[in-house]
């Protein structure tokens, strides 16, 4: 028996509630800023209102970049980019990862473990640590200031692959000699069975694999030196980090506000597939 304790239940919510306001009022604060001019922001402290630019301000960074003075692309034109960076780099990272592990479960060849484990092995090696070779690859192959080179080199993931074949392992074997029986190919096997039944762990991969994209900077630093191709992680630095002027901090907030909505787009609309691929353990 549950015993009834109000204190208890009072403390456990003023405590989420403390929670949500102290990750909240960042939050706030951000788009408090982005509604005022630059003026309010350099003159004292950030005020806890909302100011009368909101309009002016987001139509400014969305359409002009930091405004007629700056070189900086739009950033309607950024996210534009890194949205399909961030796609890209979580499809082709769940495209590859599953096949991969699709092979090493269900198909025995000579030294498939040892493959698999020279896989597993490249979690050592992230891109930060192969940037120089991976960028003369790149540089060689003329995918600079591309959508190619900008995902291409990080579409493979270790963790995936890993992940995908942990749950294939869980895959009853009857269902691949029931399958079999009915004459069902491996590719009919891989599209009618395992995909329905990886559903969940791809929603959870595809979220974070989203997020690791769209929140990328050294690499695209790296690969693009034509501002169509920025995106709008890369455009936040360059905004900051201005020489002989004071940084637009009205517009700088307001593009980091405008950052954010993708990925918590993609979180909320997938939060129930993510959570369920994070803890279901019925197949």
Excluded: C
Excluded at 66 to 77: D, R
Excluded at 128 to 134: A, K, S, Y
Excluded at 189 to 206: G, K
Excluded at 218 to 231: G, I
Aim: proline fraction near 6%; charge should be neutral; aromatic fraction near 12%.
């Amino acid at each position: 028996m549950v015993e009834n304790r109000p204190w208890l239940t009072f403390a456990a919510h003023a405590v989420l509630v403390l929670g949500v306001l102290v990750v909240a009022f960042p939050v706030y604060m951000t788009f408090v800023a982005s509604t005022h001019d630059q003026a309010a922001m350099l003159s004292g402290p950030v005020p806890l209102v909302p100011g009368r630019y909101l309009v002016d301000n987001y139509r400014t960074v969305l359409f002009s970049g930091l405004g007629a003075s700056s070189s900086s692309p739009p950033v309607a034109l950024m996210m534009l980019n890194s949205l399909v960076m961030a796609v890209a780099i979580a499809l082709g990272k769940i495209a590859i990862s599953i096949i991969a592990a699709y092979a090493v479960v269900y198909f025995k060849f000579p030294l498939r473990m040892t493959f698999f484990w020279m896989i597993f092995i490249t979690l050592m090696l992230p891109v930060e640590v192969r940037i120089l070779p991976t960028y003369e690859v790149v540089a060689g192959l003329g995918l600079l200031n591309s959508y190619a080179g900008l995902t291409i080199p990080l579409i493979a993931s270790a963790t995936a692959t890993f992940l995908f074949r942990q749950f294939f392992l869980t895959v009853p074997d009857e269902l691949a000699e029931a399958a079999r029986i009915d004459g069902a190919g491996p590719l009919r096997f891989f599209r009618d069975v395992l995909l329905p039944l990886s559903r969940t762990s791809i929603a959870a991969l595809f979220v974070i694999q989203f997020i690791y994209g769209w929140n990328q900077y050294l690499w695209p630093l790296l690969v693009t030196t034509n501002e169509d191709y920025y995106t709008v992680v890369m455009g936040i630095s360059r905004m900051v980090n201005v020489v002989d002027a004071a940084a637009k901090w009205n517009l700088v907030m307001a593009v980091t506000l405008l950052a954010l909505i993708p990925p918590v787009i993609v979180v909320v609309v997938m939060q129930r597939q993510f959570v369920k691929g994070l803890v279901e353990t019925e197949k």
